[in-house]
């Protein structure tokens, strides 16, 4: 049986190459947000490959899902309400904040820009705000 941590620390590894190989190559910083918002305003000759990474994404977790169920599975006391409520918060929050925890998190700290190192600290206290309050007052 393997530590807990060495699935992070895979995942994270893979996340890492994958995003260098998309600035490498692609010349793009990788926001999940922004190639899904690009993919629903579509451009001509930006498109095709959007709609492939979103597929991509999907695929792999259909098939990360396939290979190993226990992965997905997360001991939380949410219901679903909430989850699209908070869902459709996040959507709204990458709008406002021109990008992502993958764009801004990722990428751009790792360029070590400000703008995202402000808008991920910003990201991490707006929801450890929100969880505090909704607990607080009993939504959760």
Same mark, same amino acid.
Do not use: Y
């Given at each position: 049986?393997?530590?807990?941590? $060495? ?6 590894? $893979? &996340? ?11 010349? @793009?910083?990788?926001?999940? #947000? ?19 990474? &979103? ?13 190993? %169920? #226990?992965?997905?599975? %997360? ?8 989850? +699209? +409520? ?11 904040? #021109? ?14 820009? &400000?703008?995202?190192? +402000?808008?991920?600290?910003?990201? &991490?206290? %707006? ?7 909704? @607990? ?5």
């Amino acid at each position: 049986m393997q530590p807990e941590w $060495i699935n992070a620390l895979i995942g994270g590894a $893979i &996340i890492g190459i994958s995003v260098s190989v998309m600035l490498l190559f692609n010349g @793009r910083v990788t926001g999940i #947000s922004g190639i899904i918002n690009g993919a629903l305003t579509p451009q001509k000759g930006d498109t095709l490959w959007r709609v492939l990474f &979103i597929l991509g994404l999907v695929l792999g977790g259909f098939t990360l899902r396939g290979l190993n %169920a #226990s992965v997905f599975e %997360a001991d939380m006391a949410t219901s679903d309400w909430t989850t +699209v +409520v908070a869902g459709l918060l996040v959507g709204f929050g990458t709008i406002m904040g #021109s990008g992502c925890t993958s764009g801004h998190g990722v990428c751009g700290i790792s360029r070590m820009s &400000i703008r995202s190192i +402000v808008s991920t600290v910003t990201f &991490i206290a %707006a929801g450890v705000a929100a969880v505090a309050l909704f @607990r607080q007052l009993g939504i959760f």
